[in-house]
């Protein structure tokens, strides 16, 4: 696996090595000591998660303030254009997001560490996503933030408006979001 920094250090970009053949191809999606090392610690992973979603829909931008969850994703099937926005109280890039193309032709993966929050824009047709969560989903500590702040300016590559859900639609701006304190 090569493993790559992203804008923001702490994201990281995950190459595995694909092994192709006549048959198709074969990948190592997840080894914990290697991403261990990437990280500079042990992660511990409670929960899997999927989501299946259509061309134009735009997910997120979600994330936790308590027990913030840090997240290991990939694409199962189509593509996405995925973000991660620094939500973490004391980081000097507090405010600030990466973004990437994940797609099952790419088998590009992405780490998003605790504090930041998520987002991603359906790409193709139909899009699988399949990610490992650090911390157990708690409706109670889920926030949003607007995926079209200005403060934020995300380069969503959009052709028109995206479908979000009625509680993407309520998203704060940044300005308004609770920040989340790590350790």
Same mark, same amino acid.
């Given at each position: ?66 027990? %913030? ?8 099937? =189509?593509?996405?254009?995925?973000? &991660?926005? *620094?939500? /973490? ?60 702040? %200005? ?8 052709? =028109?408006?995206?479908?979000?859900? &009625?509680? *993407?639609? /309520? ?13």
């Amino acid at each position: 696996m090569i493993i790559t920094p992203q804008s923001l250090p702490d994201v990281l970009l995950i190459q595995p090595e694909v092994h192709r053949d006549a048959r198709g191809c074969f990948l190592e999606t997840y080894r914990q000591s290697v991403l261990d090392a990437a990280v500079g610690r042990e992660l511990r992973f409670v929960q899997d998660n999927q989501s299946e979603s259509h061309r134009h829909v735009l997910r997120g931008l979600h994330y936790q303030t308590l027990e %913030p969850q840090g997240k290991l994703l990939h694409v199962t099937e =189509g593509e996405i254009y995925d973000v &991660a926005v *620094d939500m /973490r109280q004391d980081s000097p890039t507090f405010g600030q997001w990466a973004a990437q193309r994940l797609s099952s032709d790419n088998h590009l993966q992405l780490w998003i560490p605790e504090g930041f929050a998520h987002g991603f824009l359906v790409m193709s047709e139909r899009a699988v996503v399949s990610y490992k969560t650090t911390a157990y989903y708690q409706a109670g500590s889920q926030q949003c933030v607007r995926w079209d702040d %200005p403060e934020l300016a995300v380069a969503w590559p959009l052709a =028109g408006i995206p479908l979000l859900s &009625a509680a *993407d639609q /309520r998203g704060l701006p940044l300005s308004q979001a609770p920040k989340v304190r790590i350790g």
